[in-house]
């Protein structure tokens, strides 16, 4: 039927396949074993209701002795008459475990199983133990800052990493690898600190230098250079979901359009070495703590960024689905539709984090020197809906809200033994009424000032023309051919001038216009009784900016009537009388000071539409106080009792360094997740963290000082290891990592000497990608829009990244083979290698330097071998004939960033 | 065998792997498995093996999928009572329970819109109908070559879903409504699950026009099981497929040459470095890639009288027809699933709010030749029988009016059609209501699509199943086992 041999394969592997599972099914008729048939089963199936967790009907299944206790109706699993077996069979719908929408029935296999067990007289093993509780999951239980084991073994201890891994490795028989060498380690280090490879200068000064106290001295220089919070912002944006925003075309929909600016916070904040815990509250409440620090405000990008113009709910899932799992690494979002399998997060829990969230929206602050926020903004949280109701959906259906109760926000308190301490902040008044941040009335006068002098201009070069043209009329000049007459002219230019002059007032009077509104908000605001005659003036003033415009306007009709040109409207004539009667009513209302002046406009609210596609939901306003949920909950996941947050960050921080975190389910330390190998020292790193005052820079430098992260990679003579323990659990050797996507076109360019350092800013837009040498931090990065080069190496999925794939596919080889970067970039790095060479012309050298640059190690003579044939071979496959030595050297450079150890840190 | 081998062969034995897969693309899958194994939280479950779980029928997919909303009652589910009530109310024929609002319940909104709304007034059948082929299937008759294949075909004219707008095509290929998240594709999951049929091409494959929204399909199985986007251009088919700067053939084969013997070199120093040896096999495989896939979108070797069969004679089936000849030689060539959407433009371009007639008459020309060619090409070459096609769509469309001549988007009853790789032809299953309102006999939601077609592959989405990502009951869908042959 198939005619490819590789099929032919795939039907021989299926016989094989269906070979095994006959011998494992005949295998498991004859003997039913508890632990390897039975508890699995139970384990998966019943345990949330009927174990540590919940004990549903009284009753626990964890061990067998339990199962013989019962629960309310007694023994359940007696040899001929198992309730056990009843309540999985039964065709009653009420008694059927599990029951309806809670998992599906089991299968007839397992319920054979079951009832074989039962029949064979339900044995387990003498020692079972239950389930263990909630309190004694490692990940709840407070941080105890373990005792630093004191050991002594044939390799180095640098710090209490390492003493910690020891003691693993005593009782294992490991023996850790030995130190990698001192280029290796550099670049590992560069790439690791900056996500960018050591120069020829780096390297030389290293190598120049006696002794092991480079490294220190390189950690320090590294962990001040720019280009670490460039690095290891990349990686928290990862964690954190940055996105910049999409839509359909040019409607956006999701993110915000200028969420940049909080890309360029966390950049700084790290080179700050910002405490972990502020950055954590800053950007859960930047605008509850700090709601006047427009700086820091840019932090609540995190929250701006779940932006979702159409459906709230979706917006608030993400939120708190995530915020959970970066912060806490809990799954809340498990709790959604019904009570979490696993923890005891209740699903009210879920909904009462929701409504920590529920009032947040997001406007856009804006910026000095700007006067509205159509070109750029700071987009931020705030809590616009204070008194929005929050509801339980049944089963997680948003159709179905049980409206019985509205769910006051809450956290699942049994992390901490701690809840929120809610309490409303009363905002400072250019929090509520942005339009008194002193900039907003300097970048509104500036642009006046500006308009100004452009009236002015227009008025000189009005009155010029008009001199001209009533000139002509009276040196009696004949009319240009087909041009109206010079008496028509002259009074076209005249009313020309008429309206320049009006322009100009206008432009006068919008200064003191503006002005006089910054006062009166301003004294609204200070002292509200004596505010009156602040107010009327600014009323006063306004009033006679709306005569100055419509002035302008009637002069422009005006005109336009002499000018005979065609209006929108219908004919010129009415026009101009609607204008005239603008004018009459304007000045009408000059003396006139009721009512309220117009507020200086300081934010713009990003607006939904929550009701229907078709038109905007109303503006909530800027309300006068802010909640305090987001704050309580920043100040709950920071408190010092709270165990989670300092574990987490130290197991991403420690992933980030090694390519293998601590605890393997990153986003889930639950009971559902993987506990690590070496628990102390995940808790002595979590407390070190806590203990310098989250300092970020401290724990990279613990990390890189310690001789685990030194260590070689290499599995070369390590049979034992790797038997012993084959997935490097144990951190026995440095694991070896791919570099990630941004990392891989970095170093291309730096490399070649063409990465511009240039920090923050706009991202870079898709279509100037390809020529752009900035950073690829700065790259437009979207849902829509990936760069297609990063994509390739595992480019950050903005929904849900908690850690980067490291996948080896052919598109990678595609990619640095044919990409116009890597092929543009050669040369230039020819260049770069030549250019700190004595000798140039010396091809061992420059294949030596070469190797040293690229790819981290200095080449054995084999490789310089294979090296120098290979640029004979280029030299004489060139299309011309026979190249020149510098054209074989770009192909070998070329061929060089196609090594596998270009994208592999050793 | 060597210290390095040997170390190599007991990862592999360790995982529990035939020996007889060592080499090519099993070492790459080896690095990602390796990478995903350290991640797996619970000791009984291993990441699939490449192998499917029970005998196949299949080993391919054409997966061609309307974008828009593809009226059923003027394609695969015509309905004369729509002729006999025309201009009438729903309230005002005999049919009126089907808009009791409990029916319609099943619908979710991301947000409500002009569109998505209830159509109250009749309209009638914007084409004719007949009966096609020995099964006397009825068609309309926007598809005649579609129905010069009907005995072949299994039609599914029972199907719904529940995002009454355009997240419904993300629905139709996740299983899951746009409110609850992204998850990966049909695709994505097949290529999860099964190992290559050929280690030159890419085994996940899509072509055409893909809305915003539903773009990618790996998600949380990764971006290496994302579909490769391929275009019809020998020239330049796939992104990064050919140098864009100046180089030879023979400097090319000449540096990757050296690639490799340093790699192999260096592997001395690194020995039983999985990733070192599946990044030796990507290169192999990336070279190879690149020779093979212009070849397969070079059409000069088809005969006159394949293209035409594929209505690559006529302008407007030509785009279609040239993807369809491409998956063909695809699945030739040993790719898993490739996938074609059609019709880009606004929200897909059976989006017929308005002007129906011709909207559906112009899709359906450059859609029916190039589908009915592909299954009777499939099926002289003797390929129908390993391969399944599918023709979905986000939704079916109102059975009332939109303004004065179109339809609106329409979830509760639909139709699709399924054929080859094990499917009953000449088979109508399921059937929606006189109005071709609601699916009334048999009715499927859109992942008992999936289950049919993974259980065909040999696959149990079940097995597939990530530890840390519980899915639905749903979300597996059940097999439709009526139209299995």
């Known amino acids: 039927m198939f005619q490819q041999p590789a099929t032919r394969n795939f039907w021989i592997s299926k016989i094989w396949l269906l070979a095994i599972l006959s011998g494992y099914c005949h295998a498991a008729k004859a003997d039913v074993d508890y632990i390897r048939d039975i508890k699995p089963i139970l384990k998966s199936r019943c345990y949330a209701c009927h174990g540590a967790l919940t004990q549903k009907a009284g009753l626990r299944l964890d061990t067998v002795a339990m199962m013989h206790r019962g629960g309310d109706s007694g023994d359940v699993i007696q040899k001929s008459d198992s309730l056990l077996i009843e309540r999985v069979t039964t065709k009653e719908k009420e008694d059927h475990m599990p029951p309806e929408g809670e998992g599906s029935p089991l299968s007839p296999v397992e319920v054979d199983k079951l009832r074989q067990w039962i029949n064979a007289g339900a044995s387990g093993p003498a020692d079972e133990k239950p389930e263990p509780g909630v309190k004694d999951h490692w990940a709840f239980a407070p941080v105890h800052r373990p005792e630093i084991p004191q050991i002594r073994g044939n390799w180095p201890i640098n710090n209490p990493i390492d003493a910690f891994l020891a003691k693993d490795f005593q009782a294992r028989g490991l023996k850790p690898n030995d130190r990698a060498d001192r280029l290796t380690l550099l670049r590992r280090l560069h790439f690791d600190m900056t996500g960018l490879p050591p120069t020829p200068d780096d390297i030389q000064r290293v190598s120049d230098m006696a002794g092991e106290k480079w490294l220190e001295e390189e950690v320090t220089r590294l962990l001040n250079s720019p280009r670490h919070g460039e690095r290891w912002a990349r990686h928290w944006m990862d964690i954190w979901r940055y996105s910049d925003w999409w839509g359909l075309g040019a409607e956006h929909r999701n993110s915000q359009k200028f969420i940049w600016h909080w890309r360029d916070w966390i950049v700084e904040s790290l080179n700050a070495d910002r405490p972990y815990d502020e950055m954590v509250r800053l950007q859960l409440a930047a605008d509850e703590l700090k709601p006047n620090d427009l700086g820091d405000l840019r932090a609540t990008g995190y929250l701006a960024r779940n932006y979702f113009l159409f459906n709230r709910n979706q917006w608030l899932d993400e939120t708190v689905e995530h915020v959970s799992k970066s912060f806490l690494g809990i799954t809340t979002n498990c709790a959604k539709c019904h009570d979490h399998k696993f923890d005891p997060i209740k699903q009210t829990d879920y909904y009462a984090m929701r409504a920590i969230f529920e009032p947040y929206m997001v406007r856009n602050e804006i910026l000095p020197g700007q006067i509205n926020a159509a070109n750029d903004g700071i987009p931020r949280a705030y809590d616009a809906r204070p008194d929005e109701p929050t509801y339980r959906y049944i089963r997680g259906s948003e159709a179905n809200p049980d409206k019985s109760a509205v769910i006051a926000p809450g956290v699942p308190t049994f992390i901490s033994g701690k809840n929120l301490e809610l309490r409303p902040v009363q905002l400072p008044a250019e929090a509520r009424h942005p339009g008194l941040r002193p900039h907003i009335l300097d970048g509104l006068r500036k642009y006046q000032l500006l308009k100004q002098a452009e009236a002015r201009a227009g008025l000189q070069k009005a009155v010029k023309q008009w001199q001209e043209a009533s000139m002509a009329v009276i040196a009696g000049k004949p009319a240009k051919q087909d041009g109206p007459s010079p008496e028509k002219l002259a009074l076209e230019k005249l009313l020309a001038r008429v309206q320049a002059e009006k322009a100009l007032q206008l432009a006068d009077m919008e200064i003191p216009g503006i002005e006089a509104r910054a006062r009166a908000d301003r004294a609204i605001v200070d002292n509200k009784e004596q505010s009156e005659s602040v107010v009327k003036a600014a009323i006063e003033a306004e009033r006679r900016v709306a005569l100055a415009q419509a002035e302008l306007k009637l002069a422009t009709a005006e005109l336009a009537l002499v000018q005979g040109k065609a209006g929108k409207g219908g004919d010129l004539a009415t026009a101009r009388d609607k204008a005239q009667a603008e004018v009459n009513e304007a000045r009408g209302k000059l003396g006139d000071t009721s009512g309220r002046h117009t507020r200086l406009v300081g934010a713009e609210h990003i607006p939904t539409k929550f009701l229907t596609s078709t038109a905007f939901d109303p503006f909530p306003g800027f309300p006068e106080k802010t909640t305090g949920r987001r704050m309580a909950l920043a100040n709950w996941i920071t408190d010092r009792a709270n165990p989670l947050p300092a574990r987490v960050a130290v197991n991403h921080i420690w992933a980030r360094h090694f390519g293998q975190p601590l605890v393997p389910t990153m986003f889930d330390f639950g009971r559902k997740g993987t506990p690590p190998e070496n628990l102390e020292l995940l808790d002595w790193l979590a407390s070190e963290l806590v203990a310098s005052g989250w300092s970020m820079k401290h724990v990279h430098r613990l990390i890189v000082s310690s001789a685990a992260w030194q260590r070689q990679s290499s599995l070369a003579g390590r049979e034992n290891e790797i038997a012993r323990d084959p997935d490097n659990r144990y951190f026995w050797r440095w694991p070896g990592m791919r570099l990630e996507s941004q990392a891989v076109r970095d170093s291309i360019l730096a490399l070649s000497g063409r990465l511009d350092f240039k920090m923050g800013g706009p991202p870079i837009p898709a279509g100037e990608q390809e020529k752009s040498v900035r950073r690829s931090l700065y790259f437009f990065h979207s849902n829509n829009d990936r760069n297609s080069f990063l994509t390739a190496f595992d480019e950050a999925m903005v929904k849900e990244c908690y850690r980067r794939e490291q996948s080896i596919v052919p598109q990678q080889a595609l990619a640095l083979s044919n990409s116009r970067l890597v092929f543009e970039s050669a040369p230039a790095l020819v260049a770069k290698i030549e250019a700190g060479m004595s000798d140039q012309k010396d091809s061992s050298a420059f294949i030596r330097r070469s190797f040293e640059l690229l790819l981290g190690f200095v080449p054995s003579n084999e490789e310089i071998q294979l090296a120098r044939e290979a640029l004979g071979e280029f030299q004489n496959k060139a299309p011309s004939g026979k190249a020149d030595e510098t054209t074989a050297r770009g192909r070998l450079v070329w061929a060089l960033l196609n090594h596998n150890d270009f994208v592999t840190l050793r | ?485």
């Not at chain 2, 006529?314 to 074609?340: C, N, T």
Request: overall charge neutral; glycine content about 10%.
């Open chain 2, 1 to 485: 065998m060597s210290g390095n081998e040997m170390q190599f062969s007991d990862v592999i034995s360790r995982r529990g792997f035939n020996k007889s897969l060592r080499g090519g693309l099993f070492s790459i899958a080896l690095a990602s498995l390796l990478q995903r194994d350290s991640r797996a939280n619970e000791s009984a479950w291993s990441p699939p093996d490449g192998l499917p779980h029970f005998a196949p029928k299949a080993k391919s997919v054409i997966w061609l999928f309307m974008n828009g909303g593809v009226s059923q009652v003027e394609s695969f589910d015509p309905k004369p009572m729509l002729n006999k009530y025309s201009g009438k109310t729903i309230a005002e024929t005999p049919f009126a329970s089907v808009q009791d609002p409990k029916k319609l319940a099943i619908e979710r909104l991301v947000v409500p819109d002009a569109n998505g709304n209830q159509r109250n007034k009749i309209y009638p059948l914007q084409s004719g109908y007949k009966k096609y082929g020995q099964s006397g299937i009825e068609l309309s008759d926007f598809f005649p070559h579609t129905g010069s294949q009907a005995d072949k075909i299994a039609f599914v004219r029972s199907m719904w879903t529940t995002d009454s707008n355009h997240g419904a095509q993300t629905q139709f290929h996740s299983g899951r409504h746009q409110n609850d998240g992204d998850f990966p594709t049909l695709g994505a999951w097949v290529h999860y699950g099964l190992g290559s049929l050929n280690e030159n091409l890419p085994q996940f494959i899509s072509m055409g026009y893909r809305e915003y929204w539903n773009l990618k399909d790996g998600h949380y199985l990764g971006p290496a099981h994302d579909a490769v986007p391929m275009r019809i251009d020998p020239k330049n088919p796939l992104d990064f497929g050919r140098p864009e700067g100046p180089i030879t053939q023979a400097e090319q084969k000449a540096g990757l040459d050296l690639v490799q013997k340093l790699n192999r070199v260096r592997g001395r120093s690194y020995p039983a470095d999985a990733a070192l040896s599946a990044r030796m096999a990507s290169y192999e495989l990336a070279y190879r890639m690149q020779m093979s896939v212009p070849e397969v979108v070079d059409f000069s070797r088809e005969t006159a009288e394949t293209k035409a069969l594929y209505g690559m004679d006529r302008p407007e089936s030509k785009d279609f027809g040239m993807q369809l000849l491409a998956a063909r030689r695809l699945v030739e060539r040993g790719v898993r699933f490739i996938q074609i959407q059609h019709g880009g433009g606004g929200a897909g371009s059976w989006d017929a709010h308005g002007g129906l007639k011709a909207n559906h008459a112009r899709n359906a020309q450059a859609v029916d030749q190039p589908c009915a060619g592909l299954i009777a090409d499939l099926d002289r070459r003797g390929m129908l029988d390993s391969t399944i096609v599918v023709f979905a769509t986000e939704f079916g469309r109102t059975p009332g009016t939109q303004g004065s001549d179109g339809r609106d988007h329409h979830i509760f009853g639909f139709s699709v059609w399924m054929a080859g790789g094990g499917i009953k032809g000449g088979t109508v299953h399921g059937a929606t209501d006189e109005l071709g309102f609601h699916a009334v006999e048999n009715r499927h939601y859109v992942t008992d699509i999936h289950a049919t077609i993974l259980h065909q592959l040999g696959l149990d989405s079940r097995r597939l199943e990530l530890p840390t990502r519980k899915r639905l009951e749903i979300d597996h869908g059940n097999v439709i086992r009526e139209i299995i042959a």
